[in-house]
């Protein structure tokens, strides 16, 4: 692919995710500062908005699919069937780095206390679990977020546990010193970007047109989740049943 061609499709591409992005946070996140945060980030009018779709991985996740799907087809009516079909996908893929990045527990080397660590993981269980039992349609959106809220955050750090902590407190402040309102509200805000992470995620499974296909999707969604929880736990398996069970993430397992 040309360097020329190349540009004009990622751009294209961060557009598409950037709206997907965009209408999962107003369709799923609840109400609070968080969400206003969020929305802030993407705005068209706000000058900050590249540093903003850096931050979250929008940039980076483009280029790796524009990098995937460019070379599928030539033809501009198919490409751009492509990018709405990504948006979806994007849009969910840019909630759920943050439950990965929760589940990784970026923190826990430096300034997570035993409390938060248990925390993290305790709120990661009933997270992984509800998604679980969301996609296989044993439990409600509203069933989901309810059980979700109840849920403990208390000392969980946004900041802390991403990638570029300095970088997110920084344009935190930035939307803050603008609008108004506590830093607290985003930075332990784990609950709401985790509720709309559950819903974006069966938006996905929704597109899927093709029925078999939905299936498999969501079969391979639901083994993820689970492996997650029981990866959650590392003392309980050697490095081999590690590897083993992360290849779950990407292959369902049927009864």
Same mark, same amino acid.
């Given at each position: 692919m040309r360097v020329d061609e190349f540009e004009q499709k990622l751009g294209q591409m961060i557009g598409a995710t950037a709206t997907g992005y965009e209408a999962a946070v107003i369709a799923h996140m609840p109400d609070c500062l968080y969400r206003d945060f969020c929305l802030w980030g993407m705005s068209r009018h706000n000058p900050r908005r590249p540093a903003v779709m850096q931050l979250i991985g929008a940039v980076q996740l483009s280029k790796l699919t524009v990098r995937l799907l460019a070379g599928l087809t030539e033809r501009e009516e198919t490409w751009q069937k492509l990018l709405r079909a990504s948006m979806t996908m994007n849009g969910w893929?840019?909630?759920?780095?943050?439950?990965?990045?929760?589940?990784?527990?970026?923190?826990?080397?430096?300034?997570?206390?035993?409390? =938060?660590?248990?925390?993290?993981?305790?709120?990661?269980?009933?997270?992984?679990?509800?998604?679980?039992?969301?996609?296989?349609?044993?439990? &409600?959106?509203?069933?989901?977020?309810?059980?979700?809220?109840?849920?403990?955050?208390?000392?969980?750090?946004?900041?802390?546990?991403?990638? =570029?902590?300095?970088?997110?407190? &920084?344009?935190?402040?930035?939307?803050?010193?603008?609008?108004?309102?506590?830093l607290s509200e985003i930075e332990y805000a784990a609950l709401p970007h985790l509720i709309a992470n559950i819903e974006a995620c069966m938006d996905v499974v929704n597109a899927v047109e093709v029925g078999c296909l939905r299936s498999l999707v969501r079969d391979s969604l639901i083994a993820r989740y689970k492996s997650v929880n029981k990866l959650l736990d590392l003392d309980e398996f050697s490095f081999e049943e590690i590897l083993a069970r992360g290849c779950l993430l990407s292959t369902p397992r049927r009864g």
């Open positions: 893929a840019l909630l759920e780095a943050v439950s990965d990045n929760l589940a990784i527990g970026l923190a826990r080397h430096n300034i997570d206390t035993p409390e =938060s660590n248990a925390t993290r993981r305790a709120l990661l269980r009933a997270f992984n679990t509800l998604m679980a039992e969301r996609l296989k349609d044993e439990i &409600s959106a509203a069933s989901a977020r309810d059980a979700l809220s109840n849920s403990c955050s208390e000392g969980i750090s946004l900041f802390h546990q991403h990638i =570029s902590p300095l970088k997110f407190r &920084s344009l935190a402040e930035n939307f803050i010193n603008e609008k108004g309102g506590a």
